[in-house]
């Protein structure tokens, strides 16, 4: 049984991932408690599932970009819980858990998370044997002033709000962009769970003192 934690950004999600697929998943606008709910929703959750935390057999936490306080939070817990039940550790990053979810829409995926104050990390994705791969290094943007060039269509997927779907369908190649719904922008541990299986069925995992969380920004006090 594999714990899944996403605490990268303001929506924080868990789930529970067994051999026969994804087994609860809960996820919710958490801003700056991530802190106070993430431990008590996991206990729940194993709870609800008839579990006790001696059944985990793995634990998966997004790596990031994203808030430096959240990533910091959901990495020392997923860590504590590796180290006290001696399970293994993956750490996936959040781009690409966002463009697996996307699925394979034959072309370019456009990643987006949220680092706060109006700036993103993006990066472009195209998926191969099956799995989403980065075309180039991740990059930070304003929201307000991203400039997509392209001569194909393009998936944009992820954090989207309605602010910048509306200055995405404003630029010149606006028709060759595909924006998701609202609902489409949450970030599901569930997608995160799924990509640490398939990880851990190739016998692979991280290093429990080696990881740390990919920031894409200097750590400030606030978010």
């Known amino acids: 049984m594999l714990l899944a934690i996403d605490t990268a950004t303001r ?50 936490v997004c790596q990031g970009p994203g808030s430096f306080t959240g990533l910091r939070i959901g990495m020392a817990i997923a860590k504590g819980l590796a180290l006290a039940l001696e399970i293994p550790i993956l750490a996936i990053p959040a781009l690409k858990v966002v463009a697996y979810a996307a699925g394979n829409p034959g072309t370019r995926i456009w990643s987006v998370v949220e680092l706060g104050r109006g ?46 779907a509306d200055h995405l369908l404003a630029l010149p190649n606006a028709d060759l962009l595909a924006i998701p719904s609202l609902a489409a922008s949450v970030r599901r541990a569930g997608y995160l769970a799924e990509l640490a299986w398939y990880r851990l069925e190739e016998g692979e995992f991280d290093d429990l003192d080696a990881i740390a969380p990919i920031y894409a920004q200097q750590p400030t006090s606030g978010r």
């Open 11 to 60: 929506i924080a999600s868990v789930a529970l991932y067994a051999p026969t697929g994804l087994l609860a998943e809960a996820s919710w606008r958490s801003d700056n408690n991530h802190t106070i709910e993430m431990l008590p929703e996991i206990e729940r959750m194993i709870a609800r599932a008839g579990l006790s935390p001696s059944d985990l057999t793995a634990v998966a």
């Open 119 to 164: 700036r993103l990390c993006v990066a472009p994705y195209r998926y191969i044997d099956g799995l989403p791969q980065p075309e180039q290094a991740l990059m930070r943007v304003s929201a307000g002033d991203w400039q997509i060039e392209t001569d194909e269509p393009v998936l944009i997927a992820g954090e989207v709000n309605a602010d910048l």
